[in-house]
């Protein structure tokens, strides 16, 4: 058969990209009219219902005997998960792929659940209409859309598992290449999740870390230095170490920051890649033949990255360096989050980066950075006005 590769997807996702959403901020309905307009091949059923009474659906597709359980934004405000799965099955019906795709669907079948969290969806925030983190609560169950997720997954019983989730933008990617300048953003990262405290590799977790291989040997030609292992400390109540735990070979899936990409357009085609990769190394059995090494050579995810990092400014006599970083506030009437600036750092600096970075000799600061505190000063390049910030907002 012939083998899906990165380029000629890349080339194409223009012509199957889910073109009715074009930001983070999409809603359940819309889900909905997607859906509903899916061919026969694609065989809907709504498996239960969120807090607020929206339906949350199971897709399946493929006659193959490999199961694979795709489900996505457990946490309402993580929505690239939710564009790609749209992009996928928008891929699996592209005739000019017929022979990749049939190939899939002989091999596998795919169960794809997106949006687990729709009333968080609704609010754009992470938790559900309870105010529960559902990836906290697989043990208690006292949300039902965590219960909705666990119940579909004992029935479906799939051989592997794609949890489908967005990371903070300021997780950056060990630098190990000395060819790149500094740390990167963590566009992508991935992680077997671990089953007990050990941390310790049976076969079903060994499967997910030679997938997880598979998958950055493919992507990260495309995204260098932009691709990070995932911190993997084990975490008894989330549902990836408890699924991994029960036989799914599970592989989690961050999507966390590109530069000049608010709304992860160019991320979601990165993120859609990296599922047809994973599902192409699952289908054709090519993970078998990668060694264990692959996985623990992925660059761990770090934090040195900042949203603005301005260096060697002259504060009270002293060269210091700042480090500022946003937090978003939905604004949902605009499909937009404000962002109020925080001084999250001051004093050397020199390992960090940033997805914006000021370094020249005639900075200079009126008003003044305090830690902690919403940015509240201007930035200066000689005479000229760079950076203007009032009660952590950017005016300039
Ligand atoms: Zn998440």
């Known amino acids: 058969m012939k083998n899906l590769n990165t380029s000629s997807l890349t080339t194409d996702f223009p012509f199957f990209k889910a073109a009715a959403v074009t930001d983070r901020f999409f809603k359940h309905h819309e889900l909905l009219l997607f859906m509903e307009k899916l061919p026969a091949e694609f ?83 992470r938790r559900n209409a309870l105010q529960i983190d559902l990836n906290r609560d697989f043990i208690k169950t006292v949300a039902k859309e965590s219960e909705v997720l666990k119940k579909t997954a004992s029935q479906l019983q799939p051989d592997y598992g794609f949890n489908l989730h967005d990371q903070n933008t300021l997780w950056s990617v060990e630098n190990t290449n000395a060819q790149l300048d500094g740390p990167l953003p963590a566009a992508l990262s991935l992680l077997a999740p671990a089953y007990d405290k050990q941390i310790s590799l049976n076969n079903t977790r060994t499967k997910a870390t030679q997938v997880i291989a598979e998958i950055y040997r493919s992507l990260s030609p495309l995204l260098p230095g932009q691709i990070g292992r995932f911190d993997d400390e084990f975490e008894p109540r989330s549902f990836g170490d408890n699924f991994q735990a029960s036989g799914i070979a599970t592989i989690l899936l961050e999507a966390g920051g590109y530069k000049d990409d608010q709304e992860k357009q160019e991320l979601r085609r990165f993120y859609f890649l990296a599922i047809a990769m994973g599902l192409q190394s699952i289908a054709t059995h090519s993970f078998q033949t990668i060694p264990l090494k692959d996985y623990f050579s992925i660059p761990p995810n770090t934090k040195q990255i900042f949203h603005i990092l301005i260096k060697d400014l002259q504060i009270n006599g002293r060269t210091v360096s700042i480090g ?12 937009n989050t404000e962002r109020i600036y925080f001084v999250d750092d001051i004093g050397d600096l020199d390992l960090w980066s940033g997805y914006q970075i000021h370094d020249s000799p005639s900075l200079n600061v009126l008003g003044t950075p305090k830690f902690e505190e919403a940015a509240d000063f201007d930035l200066f390049d000689g005479t000229q006005l760079i950076l203007s910030f009032k009660k952590g907002i950017l005016a300039v």
């Not at 405000?77 to 990749?100: I, K, P, R, V």
Request: with cysteine.
């Open 43 to 125: 065989d809907r059923r709504i498996v239960g219902y969120s807090e607020e009474n929206r339906s949350i659906s199971l897709i399946s597709w493929g006659k193959g005997p490999v199961k694979v359980f795709l489900w996505s934004q457990m946490h309402g405000d993580e929505a690239t998960g939710t564009m790609a799965l749209l992009d996928l099955m928008n891929f699996l019906q592209q005739q000019s792929y017929q022979e990749e795709i049939s190939y899939l669907d002989s091999h596998c079948t795919l169960y794809l659940m997106p949006m687990v969290n729709p009333d968080g969806a609704e609010r754009f925030s």
């Open 324 to 335: 500022m970083n946003y937090r978003e506030y939905p604004v949902l009437a605009k499909k």
